[in-house]
C-alpha cells in the first residue's frame, strides 16, 4: 500500500576513520526511500536546491520512488558535514546549511493525499503536523523521528504531532530526555500517555528494542567487520522498516517483529559503503539472506 | 558434571541511585556459585578472613554449593565499596581492600581435582593458571574472565592463562584492548589466535554477544523496570552460563546458545535488588519462566 516520506535530501561531506567524501546525496527522506524501495512504491516529500542536477536526481531512477513531492527550490541544496570517531559511535558536526531547506514548507501532490503509511522523519514538528492535515483519508499508519532540537525547542508543536502518530522512533537519550524518564520501560509508558502506542527505541550498533503497549521485541545489531560509514543507518532502519509494513498490509505482532528484522536488515547494509552506495546496488536476495542470518544470530530453542 | 569457580568472597557496600547497602557479602565466585547452583553443584574455591561469620556463610547453606574450597585466613575479607551513576552502566570504586585476597594462594582440595568445567574468575592470571595445574584430568571447558587491570599489568601471564581456555568471557573495552582491534569480528579472530576459540562480550544492558569459530549468537538485555543494583551481573551470567552447560553436559552450538540465554536470565534477576539478595530466594520456575520471556522478546518467523 502507498508509502509515503516527508523529510530531508541533502549533499553530505562525510569523514570516517575508514574514509571520506565531500559530496554525496544524502538526508533522511533519500535514505529511507531508496531502503524501502526494496519492498514497495515510496512518495518522496521534500527540498533540493538548483544545485541537485539531472545525474543526483538519477539516484532515484528505476526504483519505485515516486518524486512528483520532491520540490525545486531556486538556491543550494541542505548541506551537512561530519567527522565520526574511532567507534563510529560518536560524530562530530562540522557544518549544517539549511539552504533551501530553511523555508521547507511541505506540499503534498494530490496524488499523495490518499497515503496510507507514513513516514515523518526527523523534521520541525510544525511541518510533520503540515503533512498530516493534508492526507484526505486517515493512515493506516504514522511513524516519526524527532530528535533532541525540538524536544527542547518545540515540545509544545512536538506534543501536537506525536498525538497524531502510531509509533515513535527514536533513539535512548531522546527517549530519556522527551520522557523525563531514565527506565526505558517506564519512559515508554509515558511516551505512550502522549499518542504513540509503540516505541521504538534505535540503539546503532547495539540493534533496536521495540516496546508496544501488548510485547517486546528486540533486535540485535548485525556484527560487521567493516563499518564504512555510519550516516543514514537510523534511517535506512525506518525505511526498511515502514518498507516492509507497507508490502505486508498487516500491522501485528508478527508483522511488527518481521519489520524490525528487515529494518535491521537494511541498516546494516547501509553502513557498508560510504554514503548510499550500498543501498544503491543492493538485491532484494541479498535482503532475504541477511534477514536469515538475524535469525540465526537470534534463533534459540528452551 | 563437577563444575568448579576460582574468584573472590567479598564485603560490598554499594550505593546506587535506588539506595545503598553497607555491608552484603559479594565477590564474583560467591555470585558465579549463587547462580549456577540453581542448574548444578559448584566447587568454590575462594578465601575470606576471620570476619567472615557462620552467619555470613550461611548465605551458600543447602544450595548445592560445596565449600571445602573456601579458605579461611586470618584477617579481613577483601571489602569492595561502590557508587553507580544515574544511567547505572557506570561505576566509581570508592574503597578496596584486598585484606586476605591479597596473598590469596588457591589450594584446590584433594575432592577438586577432578572438575571438568571450570571458571576462572577475574583474579591474578598467575592464580588462574595455578588453579588449573592442579586439575589433574583434562577438563571439559575451561572459561575465563579478566579486566583491564591484568591485560595492562600482566600480558605475559594472561596470555600462559588464555591457551589454556576455550572460552574468555570479557566486556568491549577488554576486548579491544586486549586484541588492539577496534572491530569485535577482528578482534575475536585475534583472540581466537590466543587460544579461547569462544569469545563471549558482555554489554550489561545490552545483552551478550557470543563469537564462536563457526557462529555468532546474540541475546539481549533483559527490559526491566526497576534496577536496583547492576553488582555482579557479569558474574551471575557466568554462573548462570556455566551451570547450565555443566548439567547440560554437551558444549554442540544449540546448547552455548541456551547457556548465554540462561546466562543472561541470572545476570537480569542478579540486578533486581541489592547485592545478592534476588539470587537467595530464587527458584528454578521463575528462571524458565524469564527465559521463555526471551524467547518472546527475541523469537521472529521470516
Known amino acids: 500500500m502507498s508509502l ?132 484526505k483519508c486517515k493512515p493506516k499508519l504514522i511513524a516519526l523521528d524527532t530528535m533532541n532540537y525540538w524536544i527542547e525547542r518545540t515540545p509544545a508543536e512536538l506534543r501536537e504531532t506525536l498525538k497524531q502518530a ?27 500517555s502522549m499518542g504513540p502506542k509503540t516505541l521504538i527505541v534505535k540503539r546503532g550498533e547495539h540493534g533496536a528494542l521495540m516496546i508496544h503497549e501488548k510485547f517486546m521485541f528486540s533486535v540485535p545489531g548485525f556484527p560487521l567487520e567493516e563499518v564504512h560509514d555510519p550516516t543514514g543507518a537510523g534511517d535506512s532502519f525506518a ?17 511488527l517483529k518481521r519489520a524490525m528484522v528487515y529494518g535491521s536488515v537494511l541498516g546494516s547494509f547501509a553502513v557498508e559503503k560510504f554514503g548510499v552506495e550500498r543501498l544503491l546496488t543492493l538485491k532484494r536476495r541479498e535482503v532475504e539472506a541477511r534477514a536469515k542470518k538475524f535469525e540465526q544470530l537470534t534463533a534459540f530453542e528452551l
Not at 17 to 30: D, I, L, M, Q, S
Not at 58 to 76: M, P, V
Not at 166 to 191: F, P, V
Request: with cysteine.
Open 4 to 135: 509515503l516520506v516527508v523529510g530531508s535530501v541533502a549533499f553530505d561531506a562525510i569523514e570516517t576513520p575508514r574514509g571520506k567524501v565531500p559530496r554525496a546525496a544524502g538526508g533522511a527522506a533519500t535514505y529511507f526511500a531508496l531502503a524501502a524501495s526494496v519492498f514497495t512504491k515510496v512518495r518522496l516529500v521534500g527540498v533540493v536546491g538548483d544545485d541537485f542536477s539531472a545525474a543526483d536526481e538519477k539516484l532515484f531512477a528505476g526504483r519505485n520512488i515516486d518524486l512528483e513531492g520532491l520540490e525545486r527550490a531556486s538556491g543550494k541544496t541542505f548541506f551537512w558535514s561530519g567527522r565520526y570517531n574511532q567507534n563510529m559511535n560518536e560524530r562530530t558536526t562540522l557544518q549544517t546549511d539549511l539552504n533551501v531547506f530553511a523555508a521547507f514548507n511541505p506540499k503534498l501532490p494530490a496524488s499523495y493525499c490518499d497515503s496510507v503509511y507514513v513516514f515523518l522523519a526527523n523534521i520541525d514538528p510544525t511541518l510533520q503536523s503540515s503533512v498530516v492535515k493534508q492526507i
Open 166 to 192: 502510531q509509533i515513535l522512533m527514536i533513539n535512548d537519550d531522546e527517549t530519556r530526555q522527551l520522557s523525563g524518564e531514565h527506565n526505558i520501560l517506564r519512559a515508554a509508558k509515558h511516551i505512550f
Open 239 to 255: 525505511g526498511g522498516f515502514m518498507g516492509y509494513l507497507a508490502a505486508a498490509k498487516s500491522l501485528n505482532p508478527a508483522t
